[in-house]
């Protein structure tokens, strides 16, 4: 069968599309696919160990997830060119609201950094559990190394994919098995009836974990700047789907299986997801499944190193005084011969090290801190979707707005009846006025709105100019 020269062109063109959107999809995916690691654990521990009440509780945040999602697919329609939340709420209440979303970025970033390498920390005790005195210098060991490379420039997305595709094919290894498992399902506990749902509206919203890079696509997409605003809607509207489809199954499969295999609270020098893949058999397969998410947990620490410092970079202000936003100092801004801003990965680095080492590299206690900040950030996303759809006479989407805000704003109000939450609540608050303050001396500079969309394309800049260098050819041959 042969391809005319027009068909073979629509199918190269077809194909590389298809590749861009996989690599594209399961990049901006590594963050929430690396929850799975903690989130179904922290609400294993907030139920107190009641597994009757596990499915019922991620079931809840699958549900939530799927809100926020419904939300954002309508967001990344009306802000193709990303944004995220931050764009929303610059458009629907003015360009000051716009730090809010944006102080809840900066301390969700240092919080997915601090939690990712002590998860990560985690899963190698686990495998290696001679190494548990070592907790917090091993912790601190990996986020030395993870920010360390950051000097020698930003890890592409393809990387990204290819760890979180790694870490679901070596989950589904471990679930096989489990298929098979010939144990009796566990009957709900006699007497909690009357309180499940009130112990499972308390536990759902620690368990919220999971959904931290949700947003992801709706601000990634400004990266795609080889595709227009079609294609880059198109393309942040797939991954916010495939996202939901692969961590909430995900999620579903590990808690069933834990269920039906009746795994407990892990003791401290273990993990949840680490006692499934023991029980699945096989030393190799538990040995592949913990190295997995290992590197999948610090390629999430990565990509908020990546994240956060460019994010800082495109809001400050400019040595030559060109700078669209000029709100911080212009040392934030100033990158090394790999176009890193180094010193914003020195300040992410300080403040993550000091979050690790405050709670002991204990990723179970960081999970208390770290389902807020981003819901801040959810809120306003959501409330500022609301505004729009009202002022364009879609009561339908009013409606899942409104839906999906209560849910959000219940999630923050449960989570604040924890201190952990509060400081998160604080921080974010702090760094959001920081921001403001900045701007208002810096005169109200028009566009700060667009800061997180600026600091994404900035990104894929840098990819780019990593690849000339790397292949000066590529280059010569596109031009010749």
Same mark, same amino acid.
Request: aromatic share 8%; proline share 5%; no cysteine.
């Given at each position: 069968m042969t391809h005319t020269p027009t068909r073979r062109a629509g199918l190269r063109w077809l194909h590389g599309r298809t590749a861009l959107l996989i690599a594209f999809a399961f990049s901006v995916m590594a963050d929430p696919v690396s929850s799975v690691a903690y989130a179904i654990e922290a609400a294993l521990r907030a139920l107190d160990g009641n597994l009757a009440l596990l499915l019922p509780a991620m079931a809840a945040v699958v549900g939530v997830v799927a809100l926020v999602v419904a939300s954002y697919h309508q967001l990344v @329609? &009306?802000?193709?060119?990303?944004?995220?939340? @931050?764009?929303?709420?610059?458009? @629907?209440?003015?360009e000051g609201f716009a730090f809010v979303p944006m102080g809840? #970025?900066?301390?969700?970033?240092? #919080?997915?950094?601090?939690?990712?390498v002590s998860a990560g920390s985690s899963a190698i005790i686990s495998y290696v559990p001679g190494l548990a005195p070592f907790r917090l210098p091993l912790a601190l060991a990996l986020l030395l190394i993870v920010a360390g490379l950051m000097w020698f420039g930003h890890l592409g997305r393809a990387v990204f994919a290819l760890l979180t595709v790694i870490f679901v094919g070596t989950a589904v290894a471990v679930l096989l098995p489990i298929l098979g498992d010939p144990r009796v399902p566990l009957e709900p506990y006699e007497g909690l009836t009357h309180s499940a749902p009130i112990a499972v509206a308390l536990a759902f919203p620690v368990a919220m974990a999971l959904a931290t890079g949700i947003e992801a696509p709706s601000s990634a997409i400004a990266q795609l700047a080889q595709l227009d605003d079609s294609g880059r809607r198109s393309f942040g509207r797939w991954a916010l789907w495939l996202t939901l489809g692969i961590v909430g199954t995900l999620t579903l499969a590990i808690t069933g299986a834990v269920v039906w295999l009746g795994i407990g609270v892990p003791h401290e020098d273990t993990t949840l997801v680490a006692e499934l @893949? $023991?029980?699945?058999?096989? $030393?190799? #397969?538990?040995a592949a499944f913990q190295g997995a998410t290992a590197l999948l947990l610090l390629s999430a620490a990565s990509s908020s190193f990546q994240a956060g410092p460019g994010l800082l970079k495109a809001l400050a202000r400019s040595d030559d005084g060109t700078s669209r936003h000029g709100v911080l100092p212009s040392v934030l801004g100033r990158t090394n011969r790999h176009h890193v801003p180094m010193v914003g990965v020195l300040v992410f680095l300080v403040a993550s090290a000091l979050v690790v080492a405050a709670a002991g590299a204990r990723d179970q206690r960081l999970v208390l801190f770290y389902a807020v900040a981003v819901f801040v950030s959810f809120l306003m996303g959501l409330v500022s979707m609301a &505004?729009?759809?009202?002022?364009?006479? &879609?009561?339908?989407w009013v409606v899942l707005n409104v839906v999906a805000a209560v849910a959000v704003g219940f999630t923050l109000v449960a989570n604040l009846t924890r201190p952990a939450a509060i400081g998160s609540l604080a921080a974010t608050g702090l760094v959001a006025g920081g921001l403001y303050w900045a701007w208002v001396r810096a005169g109200r500079p028009r566009g700060a709105s667009q800061a997180v969309a600026e600091a994404e394309a900035g990104e894929a800049e840098v990819d780019e100019l990593v690849l000339d260098e790397l292949a000066p050819e590529r280059t010569e041959g596109a031009g010749a």
């Amino acid at each position: 069968m042969t391809h005319t020269p027009t068909r073979r062109a629509g199918l190269r063109w077809l194909h590389g599309r298809t590749a861009l959107l996989i690599a594209f999809a399961f990049s901006v995916m590594a963050d929430p696919v690396s929850s799975v690691a903690y989130a179904i654990e922290a609400a294993l521990r907030a139920l107190d160990g009641n597994l009757a009440l596990l499915l019922p509780a991620m079931a809840a945040v699958v549900g939530v997830v799927a809100l926020v999602v419904a939300s954002y697919h309508q967001l990344v @329609a &009306r802000f193709p060119e990303g944004g995220g939340s @931050a764009a929303a709420a610059g458009g @629907a209440f003015g360009e000051g609201f716009a730090f809010v979303p944006m102080g809840a #970025l900066v301390v969700d970033f240092v #919080l997915t950094i601090a939690i990712s390498v002590s998860a990560g920390s985690s899963a190698i005790i686990s495998y290696v559990p001679g190494l548990a005195p070592f907790r917090l210098p091993l912790a601190l060991a990996l986020l030395l190394i993870v920010a360390g490379l950051m000097w020698f420039g930003h890890l592409g997305r393809a990387v990204f994919a290819l760890l979180t595709v790694i870490f679901v094919g070596t989950a589904v290894a471990v679930l096989l098995p489990i298929l098979g498992d010939p144990r009796v399902p566990l009957e709900p506990y006699e007497g909690l009836t009357h309180s499940a749902p009130i112990a499972v509206a308390l536990a759902f919203p620690v368990a919220m974990a999971l959904a931290t890079g949700i947003e992801a696509p709706s601000s990634a997409i400004a990266q795609l700047a080889q595709l227009d605003d079609s294609g880059r809607r198109s393309f942040g509207r797939w991954a916010l789907w495939l996202t939901l489809g692969i961590v909430g199954t995900l999620t579903l499969a590990i808690t069933g299986a834990v269920v039906w295999l009746g795994i407990g609270v892990p003791h401290e020098d273990t993990t949840l997801v680490a006692e499934l @893949a $023991r029980a699945a058999d096989g $030393r190799a #397969l538990f040995a592949a499944f913990q190295g997995a998410t290992a590197l999948l947990l610090l390629s999430a620490a990565s990509s908020s190193f990546q994240a956060g410092p460019g994010l800082l970079k495109a809001l400050a202000r400019s040595d030559d005084g060109t700078s669209r936003h000029g709100v911080l100092p212009s040392v934030l801004g100033r990158t090394n011969r790999h176009h890193v801003p180094m010193v914003g990965v020195l300040v992410f680095l300080v403040a993550s090290a000091l979050v690790v080492a405050a709670a002991g590299a204990r990723d179970q206690r960081l999970v208390l801190f770290y389902a807020v900040a981003v819901f801040v950030s959810f809120l306003m996303g959501l409330v500022s979707m609301a &505004r729009f759809s009202h002022r364009d006479g &879609r009561p339908g989407w009013v409606v899942l707005n409104v839906v999906a805000a209560v849910a959000v704003g219940f999630t923050l109000v449960a989570n604040l009846t924890r201190p952990a939450a509060i400081g998160s609540l604080a921080a974010t608050g702090l760094v959001a006025g920081g921001l403001y303050w900045a701007w208002v001396r810096a005169g109200r500079p028009r566009g700060a709105s667009q800061a997180v969309a600026e600091a994404e394309a900035g990104e894929a800049e840098v990819d780019e100019l990593v690849l000339d260098e790397l292949a000066p050819e590529r280059t010569e041959g596109a031009g010749a």
